[in-house]
């Protein structure tokens, strides 16, 4: 932790304790036993896991996020939170303070996320890879550079829904095969043929109370105007049909055109090739499809105190957002050309950002203002622009977007792991979504089952699990920290000041359990 962090403890920590939720008291002394923080993220204002991370916390993994402060051992209830209020809005209204320049200068979340995919789409309009078209095997993940359009009716011609026997006309009917003639019977009754299979052209014309054997996805010979289930069926020993359910018009016949014309718009440009979406454009009669390349991304992962295997020892912790970071990204369409372990070396991070040719460099910790936090001097040196520098959110404060010189983007996550995932949706994903093409996530609402407690000022992101009572919120959820991540839906976004039960708030569901909207399947 720097000694910008510490400073942030001392005048940030204090306004945090009005937003303490599921026994997360704002401890740094808990967040370095606990919940291996990386730096850069101690600005955030959010100090990992507190002192009650072993007893209210252990109680269980789904629980209320809305708990009270956690007072000092025998101290008198409500000390805490008395204490805080009195003090917090004072410290925090300070003049020229540092906890008020950084809240002045950080964005709205809902502003900051505007920006990243503005900047996505004019990053993506000056691009010089264009659209290209690729068979349908090597197309997954991508996104439409254009609308998929039916190039057939589908079906194409009317299909048999069932196996069974083609009817034409009110019953019984006289059993022919599928050549035309009568079916030939012998004393132990009727001689089955295959009858009319799929992939067949088109039969001969079924005559006014005839029936033919017919296979599902066969096509319906002209005439017929029903089909009648095999096990809805019976054949005496004159060979005459029965049906021994009520037969209607068009029962169990696909008619050309169901689903849909030659030339309607199945999806709009911008929707992202999922495994259904190549079987439909294969249906719909395409080899290839014209999509947008898939965003090109590099993570840097930054802190000499990082440890690649085995257990955490003498200061060192281990590295949560490498292993974590390409595989979330995978999932938002991206194309992750490598993880680099860059560590606390400015020159050596320098020469990565402007040796690199991905669309995006993510950067993990380092966003603070410490001795060794290098990402914004490493910027203003190689002439970039900070479009967003800070976030009003907890966790992920300490987050920033840049325009590289390149023209390319850098976000700079925070390196506590929740607040790094905060940065990831807050801005990484919006940005990926406007590179790729692909149209911002329509939000959506859900009631809260349990009250959340907000930020004071700030917007706040709480992982939360769906029930059918409502949204329940997660212990588990201080910046360091991926234990309540890890069993969550997604993360609903806390407005300044809290919820309380039944508020509907907003979702950001995560990739792996968005549906096809929200992940890639590579």
Not at 29 to 34: D, F, P, S, Y
Not at 173 to 193: F, I, Y
Not at 255 to 271: K, N, Y
């Amino acid at each position: 932790m720097t000694a910008r962090d510490r400073e942030a403890d001392g005048i940030d920590g204090i306004d945090e304790a009005l937003a303490l939720v599921g026994g997360y008291t704002g401890s740094t002394r808990g967040a370095a036993r606990g919940g291996a923080p990386h730096r850069g993220g101690g600005t955030d204002g959010d100090h990992g896991p507190g002192r009650d991370e072993g007893t209210d916390q252990e109680r269980g993994e789904h629980g209320a996020a809305s708990g009270a402060p956690a007072v000092t051992p025998g101290a008198a209830p409500g000390a805490a939170s008395a204490s805080a209020a009195a003090a917090g809005p004072a410290r925090a209204a300070a003049p020229g303070s540092r906890a008020a320049s950084d809240r002045h200068r950080a964005e709205p979340w809902e502003a900051a996320r505007a920006i990243a995919v503005r900047s996505g789409r004019s990053a993506r309009g000056a691009s010089s890879a264009p659209a290209h078209r690729v068979p349908l095997d090597l197309a997954l993940g991508g996104a439409l550079a254009e609308p998929l359009t039916a190039l057939t009716d589908l079906p194409s011609f009317d299909t048999s829904a069932m196996d069974g026997w083609a009817v034409a006309g009110p019953g019984p009917w006289t059993v022919r095969s599928a050549h035309g003639a009568s079916e030939r019977s012998t004393s132990d009754g009727p001689v089955k043929d295959h009858g009319i299979l799929a992939g067949q052209g088109e039969a001969a014309p079924l005559p006014d109370g005839a029936a033919v054997r017919i296979a599902t996805g066969a096509r319906i010979p002209p005439e017929a105007t029903a089909v009648v289930r095999s096990e809805d069926a019976r054949i005496d020993s004159g060979g005459h049909l029965h049906a021994e359910r009520e037969v209607v018009p068009g029962q169990d016949i696909r008619p050309r055109g169901q689903e849909c014309r030659s030339g309607d718009r199945l999806l709009p440009a911008g929707s992202l090739v999922t495994p259904a979406v190549l079987g439909l454009a294969a249906a719909a009669g395409y080899d290839e499809l014209l999509t947008v390349p898939r965003p090109r991304v590099e993570i840097l992962v930054l802190g000499d105190e990082l440890l690649i295997e085995g257990l955490p020892h003498d200061g060192l912790i281990r590295d949560a957002l490498g292993p974590m970071l390409a595989p979330w990204l995978r999932s938002l369409g991206a194309e992750v050309l490598a993880t680099r372990r860059i560590g606390d070396d400015a020159d050596a991070l320098c020469q990565a950002i402007t040796g690199s040719d991905a669309d995006l460099v993510i950067t993990t910790g380092g966003t603070a203002g410490g001795p060794v936090d290098h990402v914004h001097p490493v910027l203003r040196k190689t002439g970039a622009e900070l479009l967003v520098d800070g976030v009003a959110v907890r966790p992920g404060h300490p987050m920033l977007l840049a325009r590289l010189a390149s023209g390319h983007h850098l976000v700079g996550l925070p390196g506590n792991p929740l607040a790094a995932v905060s940065g990831l949706l807050t801005l990484a994903e919006p940005l990926l979504r406007s590179l790729a093409g692909r149209a911002p996530r329509t939000p959506y609402r859900a009631p809260l089952r349990d009250p959340v407690q907000g930020h004071p000022y700030d917007t706040r992101l709480v992982p939360v699990v769906h029930r059918d009572e409502g949204l329940v919120p997660l212990h588990f959820n201080g910046p360091a920290m991926l234990r309540g991540i890890a069993a969550a839906d997604g993360l609903v976004v806390v407005p300044p000041g809290g919820a309380p039960t039944g508020q509907e708030l907003e979702v950001l569901d995560l990739p792996w359990t968005a549906g096809a909207d929200g992940g890639c399947f590579t």
